[in-house]
């Protein structure tokens, strides 16, 4: 059966999977969500004896509908290979009772990589089926993480080509140097004299000119976007926690539907919503734990209804989850409005209006399966501590919001339910942080020494990702104002 995906503010505008991944955002600024849930009719039994890659078709394929076995499980070979650094691609680590999902063992060590690395396969696909002549340009504004993975992902992917512009000194230096060794002759890596808003707000503008958008197709390019509100980035989520519960189950630790809970670290919402789509799915899924850090807009909007994104940003030390607007609640909001295109206009105008909105009394009763929690700074630091000392395990301070959120829900609500935490980045990408939450001197180092002594502590050799680019040449030296990013995008396009 055909499954079709529609606009969150316009049900009317029906496309196909292709098409939507195509598009990334839809015309009328709504996100694409499918008509409906697909049920994962695929045996437990079944799925505990698959593969990452058998998984990620059985659930990918019920999505992708007009992709064919053959296109899906070519992007899928092509996505999660060697560039993933153990064969299972996401392991299950037992600590301290719970498991954590390790989401990081592709190119750039953070969970990014898990749907990046298959995005550019089922863009050319896409291209292709919808007889797109142009080359794809991908233009991506970045604080850090997002840039390198989705650079790692497109590199060399024929028909393709990848820009990306990162605050030249607003990003750290192990993710600085990952960006400028970047190889592959379709990347440019581009620094800005500015702060990350300068380089968002220079993408966007250059998105939104006509004339230099014909332009450039007249020269045989089209621009697209990586970010994660694509359907490309949201489906091969869904993959790993229907894969770590079959693991769970073959493994013996849980019994065939157990329900066990999941706790996400969340920034744009975009993870999460994954693992609630595969609860909706059927995935015996008891409690989705949205785990925030100090700008907790997620945290009091489960509490109150009201999304309020009129308060200070906070600069913490999960920085991927440093975020006021998680663009992807938009698709939630939907699903609880009873898929009402009209609420979501009236809720998202709001927002963009006022900068808040309040949902009504019956949308939040809908909102049940989600429990919202939050850690500070020092909270955040003290988990990583703890898990250390209990179980010799280290985590990265993303992962430790999520731990410690989890130990305050178990408090709170005596829920003994097992489970899986998602750990979404390597603690070697934030080895300062780190070794500073664990009671170490960092001053005296720079980041890969303390690589070195991290990968003592905690028994753990240091990832092929930081040891590679230790050395590595760098690639890309371009540094331009604020103002001239369009004459570098035309530079590199000739
Ligand atoms: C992007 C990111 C997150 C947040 O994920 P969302 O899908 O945006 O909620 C959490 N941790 C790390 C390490 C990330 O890179």
Redesign the pocket.
Known sequence: MDLFYKSTRDSGARVTASQAILKGLSEDGGLFVPEEIPSLDVSLKELSGMTYQETAYAVMSRFLTDFTESELKDCIQKAYDGKFDLPGIAPLIKAEGAWYLELFHGATI???DMALSILPHLMTVSAAKNRVKEEIVILTATSG?TGKAALAGFADVPGTRIIVFYPKDGVSPIQEKQMVTQKGNNTLVVGIRGNFDDAQSGVKAIFGDAAFKKELEEKGFRFSSAN?INIGRLIPQIVYYVYAYARLCADGEIEENEPVNVVV????????LAAYYAKQMGLPIKKLICASNDNKVLYDFFRTGCYDRNREFVLTSSP??DILVSSNLERLIYQIADQSDETDRRLMGELAEEGRYQITPGMEEKLGDFYGGYAGEEEAAEAIRRVYEAAGYVIDP?TAVASCVYEKYRKETGDTAKTIIAS??SPYKFTRSVMKALGKNAEDADDFELADRLSELSNVPVPKAVEEIRSAEVLHSKVVNADEMKQAVKGFLG
């Not at 670290?265 to 999460?272: H, L, V, W």
């Open positions: 953070a969970f990014k993480d994660s670290p969340t920034g744009n919402f975009g993870n999460i991927s989850m993303h979404t980045a």
